[in-house]
């Protein structure tokens, strides 16, 4: 079946930077878009970037010149580099796969950033 397995969440300072991965299994990851969301709060849930399986991505405005995403698809990985993160980047970060129209997601990594 398929998983998703993310890393390096963690506390950061404001003006700092995390890069965030997730490794899928059990599909040919490369043949699927692939992204992040975001959970700011319990009603709140955004989407912040995603990329196409040929590699064009495409940006939430609050994180465009600030976030890239990427793939590696000969790891099976979706990376997100953050820089300059503010406080307000502050939630839980889901990836996801979207393979014929369903939607698979990871577990979750939480993101502090504080002031």
């Known amino acids: 079946q398929v998983q998703l397995v993310e890393s390096g969440g963690g506390l950061v300072q404001a003006g700092g930077s995390l890069r965030l991965s997730c490794e899928a299994s059990?599909?040919?990851?490369?043949?699927?878009?692939t992204g992040w969301y975001r959970q700011v709060s319990q009603n709140q849930r955004e989407s912040v970037a995603r990329?196409?399986?040929?590699?064009?991505?495409n940006y939430a405005d609050f994180v465009q010149g600030r976030f890239t995403i990427s793939r590696d698809n000969a790891e099976n990985t979706v990376y997100l580099q953050m820089n300059s993160l503010k406080p307000e980047d502050t939630a839980v970060y889901y990836c996801?796969?979207?393979?014929?129209?369903?939607?698979?997601w990871g577990q979750g990594t939480q993101v502090t950033v504080s002031s």
């Open positions: 996801y796969v979207i393979v014929r129209g369903t939607y698979y």
């Open positions: 059990g599909i040919i990851f490369s043949a699927y878009p």
């Open positions: 990329i196409t399986s040929s590699g064009s991505a």
